[in-house]
């Protein structure tokens, strides 16, 4: 059963956007280094981005029977949505919070999450590494 990594909006424009913030890795580098990382430990994955709210909410009740376990970068839907909160509350499973920037240290409106009460665990500020952190850490404990 794979791991599902999830992406939300505008992280298909990782590479050329704002990359004081966010580095110049693409998308598919992320997700070429999840590939490899996830064989490393013996996990499969599952890698998906939508700029869609239902779409991802669809992928994460989906979620529920394909997948073991799900990294989410939920973008700036990390701030805004109760569906994807209650969608990952219905998925019954094991999640892991990511985001590439240290949204701590950035503007207020970004320090609140939906997301992190139905986190096992938050990563935030270690750059692309942190979705290869959250399957190591997935590794380990689910
Ligand atoms: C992000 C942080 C969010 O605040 C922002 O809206 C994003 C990316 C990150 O990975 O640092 O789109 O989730």
Redesign the pocket.
């Known amino acids: 059963t794979p791991v599902l990594i999830l992406n939300?909006?505008?992280?298909n424009t990782l590479g050329t956007r704002n990359p004081e913030?966010?580095g110049t890795q693409t998308l598919a580098d992320v997700e070429a280094s999840c590939r490899k990382r996830a064989a490393a430990l013996g996990l499969e994955v599952e890698f998906v981005q939508s700029n869609h709210e239902g779409e991802l909410v669809e992928r994460i009740q989906q979620a529920r029977e394909r997948n073991r376990a799900i990294i989410i970068?939920?973008?700036?839907y990390?701030?805004t949505s109760v569906a994807i909160h209650d969608a990952l509350e219905y998925a019954e499973l094991p999640v892991v919070e990511?985001?590439?920037?240290n949204?701590y240290r950035?503007e207020s409106f970004?320090h609140h999450s939906f997301i992190s009460p139905q986190a096992a665990a938050v990563i935030?500020g270690a750059g692309t590494l942190g979705y290869e952190f959250a399957l190591e850490y997935l590794a380990n404990n689910h």
């Open positions: 939300g909006p505008n992280l913030v966010y970068n939920a973008g700036a990390t701030h990511v985001h590439i920037s949204v950035r970004r935030a």
